[in-house]
């Protein structure tokens, strides 16, 4: 291919950024045709198509999608570059992009990124299936991905795990379910209502051997993937749930319940998963340095 058209891949960042041409169209004040023609001159240089009709929506083909990752980085680069030229004085913002598994606890989520934040970084946070997730690094769609298990595939898949660290899980719930439950543990669980992560979840996987082992058989009120929304169910006193020891204070004062006790034998393990196996974001350095000075 030729070299590269910024001015073109300025169109198509948008027109993907708005929905449509005729979105972008309207906030870079140009007309439709001239969007049009400008993308139909981009693909005819890369010799892939970026877009397909959906009915009457324009979708992001795959090439589509790796173009747009690589467009969102230069253009935020660029603003960044603005940004620092235009205050060399002040600290300059690094940007960097999170995937993050929809599993994990939000409250330690936002412990892991505190060094990154306190660094002047701009933290992107992208929440899904860790899977989803995985397929955006070898695209520089995310820098890391945080996971509860470890990313497994080919060896040419360039994509490695830095064990983070991990934590004991404790159980929580409202005032009134506390002081019922609260004696005898984890004897009282047997019968309890009890809210789950999905059997998805590593986590789910090491509470149904604890349940097993303690040969406890609690009522299931429901099973959540989403970490936060489970707590809310929680908190509204749905039943019991189990969250991360580490954070026992911020769980207590953010959903106003209470703490139970500690799970013998259980524990939740974090994971950074990167592109990379040496690290070489700054951002992604200070996240794993200090993990291990709070989780074990």
Known sequence: MERLNYQHLFYFWNVAREGGVTRASEKLGLA????????????????????????????????????FNYADEIFSLGRELGSALKNRAGAVSVRLSVGVSNALPKLVVYRLLE????????????????????????VHGVDLVFSDWPATGAADARIYNHPIGECGVAAF?????????????????????????????????????????????????AEIEDSALLKTFG?????????????????????????????????????AITAQRKIKHAGVAAILESARDWLL
């Not at 719930?173 to 002081?179: G, I, P």
């Not at 309890?192 to 789910?204: F, G, K, M």
């Not at 149904?208 to 303690?214: F, K, R, V, Y």
Request: charged share 20%; proline share 5%.
């Open 173 to 221: 719930a409202t005032l009134e379910l506390q002081q019922r439950y609260r004696k005898n543990f984890p004897r009282c669980l047997d019968g309890a209502p009890l809210l789950l992560p999905t059997s998805n979840t590593a986590l789910r996987r090491s509470l149904d051997q604890w349940l097993d082992a303690n040969s406890l058989f609690p009522k299931i009120v």
């Open 115 to 138: 060094p990154a934040l306190a660094a002047h970084n701009q933290v992107v946070c992208h929440e899904d299936k860790t899977e989803r997730l995985l397929a955006e690094l070898p």
């Open 32 to 67: 439709q045709p001239t969007i049009s023609g400008q993308i139909a001159v981009f693909e005819a240089s890369i010799g892939a198509q970026l877009f397909r009709k959906e009915g009457r929506n324009l979708v992001m083909t795959e090439t589509g999608r790796t173009v």
């Open 235 to 271: 908190a509204a006193g749905a039943g019991v749930f189990m969250a991360p020891a580490a954070v026992r204070a911020q769980v207590e004062e953010q959903y106003g319940v209470k703490y139970i006790a500690t799970l013998d034998g259980v524990s939740e393990r974090f994971y």
